[in-house]
């Protein structure tokens, strides 16, 4: 699949807006962390997704009832679901002068299309020393999921069934969609979120 960009300026890849509050004290500390520990800034991307996806708990995993939204309260509270950790991920690689954005899959909601379909959010970063894009999925790994930082292919968390109609959406997208946003903050229970109140489309 081709990815395309919404915007053709980088620079609306490095905005910190309410979402990615990357200016907030703890992400600036915890970028600077994972910048020291790294070699390069290819290896500083890898470890930001690392993070997020290990020690950023999916709270549906958890099956915790918080719903967390801006970076730094998902950091704070070190959980999220997708939508909540792709803004984490984001900040951080933007709090480091990478380029990222934000992609979106219309998944089935359990394994077959009779349980409906969600959105499902992950992310991308402009990798300047390979002049491309690479899309990462940081939703966080147990049985049956396995997501990978990877330069030679993808290895997102869920492979698309286009014979469940399930869409992987080729945008790059510089702000994370409204109705992700919208459907965190108009929740206060993950659980019940989760299982109802999750978008079908985009």
């Known amino acids: 699949m081709t990815i395309v960009c919404e915007s ?3 620079n609306d ?11 907030e004290q703890s992400i600036a500390d915890l ?3 994972l910048r020291e520990e ?4 290819v290896d500083f991307i890898q470890k930001a ?3 997020v996806r290990d020690e950023i708990h999916h709270s549906w995993d958890l099956q915790s009832n918080r ?3 801006n970076a730094s309260e998902v950091l704070q509270y070190k959980e999220g679901i997708c939508y909540a950790k792709s803004n984490l991920l984001c900040a951080i690689l933007r709090r480091a002068g990478v380029p990222a954005g934000y992609c979106y899959q219309r998944l089935t909601l359990g394994d077959t299309p009779d349980t409906g379909y969600c959105i499902h959010a992950l992310n991308a970063a402009y990798i300047s020393e390979l002049d491309r894009w690479l899309r990462f999925d940081a939703r966080g790994n147990k049985q049956g ?12 968390a869920f492979p698309i069934r286009q014979e469940y109609g399930e869409i992987d959406y080729p945008t ?3 702000a994370p969609h409204p109705v992700t946003i919208e459907t965190l903050r108009r929740n206060t229970d993950c659980l019940v979120m989760y299982q109802h109140g999750l978008p079908q489309v985009l």
Not at 38 to 41: G, I, L, R
Not at 145 to 156: G, M, P
């Open 31 to 33: 970028t600077a962390t």
């Open 13 to 23: 890849y490095l905005i910190a807006t309410a979402e990615v509050d990357y200016n």
């Open 67 to 69: 719903v967390t939204c």
């Open 172 to 174: 790059i997208y510089a």
């Open 145 to 156: 999921i396995q997501a990978e930082f990877s330069l030679q292919e993808e290895k997102l």
């Open 38 to 41: 790294a070699v390069d800034k």
């Open 8 to 10: 053709e300026d980088l």
């Open 49 to 51: 997704f690392e993070y």
